[in-house]
């Protein structure tokens, strides 16, 4: 329903999160944890399955032992065809990092 609230979280560990939230979605924060000891950048994507050499919509770095947290505005930022993440090796383009994070989205439902 229009207006809602939508809350994600990764639960363990886990190197990606396609189709996290679904389409028509407006995304206020993302935050999380990379547990390792690698860099790594969390890619937000505006679909529900990207691939590889993708660009990302937003492309965030984070070091090993890290914290991170990520909010657009105070108006969010608007994911019409779904919002996905991975932890990407490049910031850039996706390239699969298989690094496992601990990841938390907050977003509210457009459609």
Same mark, same amino acid.
């Given at each position: 329903?229009? !207006? ?13 999160? %396609?189709? *996290?939230? &679904?389409? +028509?979605? #407006?995304?206020?924060?993302?935050? !999380? ?13 505006? %679909?529900? *399955?990207? &691939?590889? +050499?993708? #660009? ?25 065809? +779904? ?29």
């Amino acid at each position: 329903m229009a !207006g809602e609230p939508i809350y994600y979280s990764s639960g363990a560990y886990a190197s990606s999160g %396609t189709g *996290a939230i &679904g389409a +028509g979605c #407006v995304l206020y924060w993302c935050y !999380g944890f990379n547990p390792t000891a690698t860099g790594i950048f969390v890619q937000l994507h505006n %679909t529900l *399955a990207p &691939g590889v +050499g993708r #660009v990302p919509e937003v492309s965030i770095k984070v070091d090993g032992g890290q914290s991170f947290s990520w909010a657009p505005s105070n108006v969010g930022r608007r994911f019409t065809a +779904g919002c996905s993440w991975i932890a990407s090796a490049t910031g850039d383009v996706l390239a699969l990092s298989g690094i496992g994070i601990w990841l938390q989205l907050e977003a509210r439902v457009i459609q």
